[in-house]
């Protein structure tokens, strides 16, 4: 899972399995946003999960999101070598800034 | 969709020298922020703004100072640049500062020597 001082995670798979990606936060918040980054890019969100929610899905992505543990996931379906990017968690504090984890870095082999 | 761009996309610079990032966004948003990427640290907010004359000191502001000058403007100023400095720098844009999305620019490489 990424939050916080961790180190960058990275995960490695197969194109056209299922990837799961953890993530943790520290303070209380009701809303997180999954964004990816590609090479060279700026990041772009990819889904945004209320606490009311508990999960959200949107094509091949599913967020979760449990507000008693802290923690919220992303998982893609039938990954696609176009998947491969960094993928980071954010959390709302402190006035709505935003607070990113540390990412993980999906590499999709073809 | 969000257009947030920035100038310039890479820049050398000595150490000493000043620095001005430039971030224009043609959504109108309200608020605009700067961040900084670098590895094992994620993206860590620089300064935000709430409108055009705002700005707001974020996590790390030492040794930047931004300026909004119009609703469309945001930039980010190295008065005195040090290779500690040297970093990827994001802008984002966004409607409200509260539980919303942020749209970010295609970031800019600074390198200080």
């Known amino acids: 899972s990424q939050w916080g001082e961790e180190n960058l995670q990275a995960l490695s798979i197969q194109e056209g399995e299922d990837v799961t990606m953890n993530c943790s936060y520290k303070?209380?918040?009701?809303?997180v946003q999954w964004y990816r980054q590609k090479s060279g890019k700026g990041p772009a969100q990819l889904i945004l999960i209320r606490s009311n929610e508990r999960e959200k899905r949107s094509g091949r992505l599913r967020a979760t999101l449990d507000t008693s543990s802290q923690s919220s996931s992303l998982s893609i379906t039938g990954t696609l070598a176009t998947d491969t990017a960094v993928y980071f968690c954010?959390?709302?504090?402190?006035?709505?800034?935003?607070?990113f984890g540390q990412g993980t870095k999906l590499s999709i082999k073809p | 969709e969000a257009a947030v761009t920035q100038s310039p996309r890479n820049k050398v610079a000595v150490t000493g020298g000043k620095v001005t990032l430039s971030c224009n966004q043609t959504n109108n948003h309200n608020n605009m922020y700067w961040y900084r990427q670098d590895t094992g640290h994620g993206l860590r907010l620089i300064h935000y703004?709430?409108?055009?004359?705002?700005?707001e000191k974020g996590d790390i502001p030492d040794g930047y100072k931004a300026s909004r000058p119009s609703q469309e403007n945001f930039s980010l100023i190295l008065e005195l640049a040090t290779p500690s400095q040297t970093s990827v720098y994001f802008c984002?844009?966004?409607?409200?500062?509260?539980?919303?999305?942020?749209?970010f620019g295609p970031g800019t490489r600074l390198l200080v020597l």
């Open positions: 303070t209380y918040t009701t809303v």
């Open positions: 954010a959390t709302h504090y402190n006035q709505g800034k935003l607070i």
């Open positions: 984002a844009s966004g409607r409200a500062l509260n539980q919303d999305t942020q749209y």
């Open positions: 703004s709430y409108g055009a004359g705002s700005t």
